[in-house]
């Protein structure tokens, strides 16, 4: 199975800043990689797919990058809505797995 | 907007099997991939499996001797059964939706938390 690790585990952060997390494949993975927002009791929800295409109705401040092994979201300026739990997940080869998570808080 | 509501019993006993079913509304069940994943109290996301509109499975590697995805067209539902389950079953189930095989899941249900306990 790929294994993907993100970095930070936990990031404290504030209304306005530029945030970045990090998500790494144990194996080059080509652009296979989606990142999803998690709220408190709720669903993911799709903010990016193929490394950095911006799924429909999510606002332009989620950046994806990356291809390989190596990929990052940013949060261009942090909105009070933004604060939950960051998952990268990767599509590249079954099962799919996702990273441990990135918990943004303030 | 497609929908996607999960169902089943809160409560299975172990060694007992658990059976969920996911209902589409408002959508198609043609051309997607249907897909079951569940997330451990811990937060751990894990995907589980999925099946086509033709029917077509594919499982995870470590459960793929207990689970079982179907489909139900005309009741626009899949389903998925789980046997021989452990207090490590224990999890929050979420069915989603893909477009194509490779793609993301753009659709979830809200989930059901199934706790395996006597």
């Known amino acids: 199975d790929i294994q993907l690790t993100q970095s930070p585990s936990f990031l404290s952060a504030s209304v306005g800043d530029r945030v970045t997390i990090t998500c790494r494949a144990s194996?080059?993975?080509?652009?296979?990689l989606a990142w999803y927002e998690q709220k408190a009791g709720k669903a993911p929800k799709l903010l990016i797919y193929a490394a950095s295409s911006l799924q429909r109705g999510v606002p332009s401040r989620f950046i994806g990058s990356g291809s390989g092994t190596d990929f990052t979201l940013t949060i261009a300026s942090l909105q009070p809505e933004d604060f939950a739990t960051y998952y990268c997940q990767q599509l590249n080869s079954y099962p799919f797995t996702f990273g441990p998570g990135t918990k943004v808080d303030f | 907007q497609v929908q996607l509501q999960e169902s089943g019993p809160g409560l299975v006993k172990p060694s007992e099997t658990m059976s969920l079913t996911c209902t589409i509304s408002?959508?198609?069940?043609?051309?997607?991939?249907w897909t079951w994943l569940r997330q451990s109290p811990g937060g751990t996301l894990e995907w589980l499996g999925f099946?086509?509109?033709?029917?077509?499975?594919d499982y995870t590697p470590s459960l793929r001797s207990r689970i079982a995805i179907s489909l139900d067209t005309s009741n626009k539902q899949f389903s998925l059964r789980l046997t021989s389950v452990t207090a490590a079953d224990t999890a929050m189930y979420f069915c989603?939706?893909?477009?194509?095989?490779?793609?993301?899941?753009?659709?979830w249900g809200r989930g059901t938390m199934v706790t395996v306990s006597s």
């Open positions: 194996q080059g993975i080509s652009r296979y």
């Open positions: 099946i086509t509109y033709t029917g077509n499975t």
């Open positions: 989603a939706r893909q477009q194509l095989r490779f793609d993301a899941f753009d659709v």
């Open positions: 408002d959508g198609s069940i043609n051309t997607y991939y």
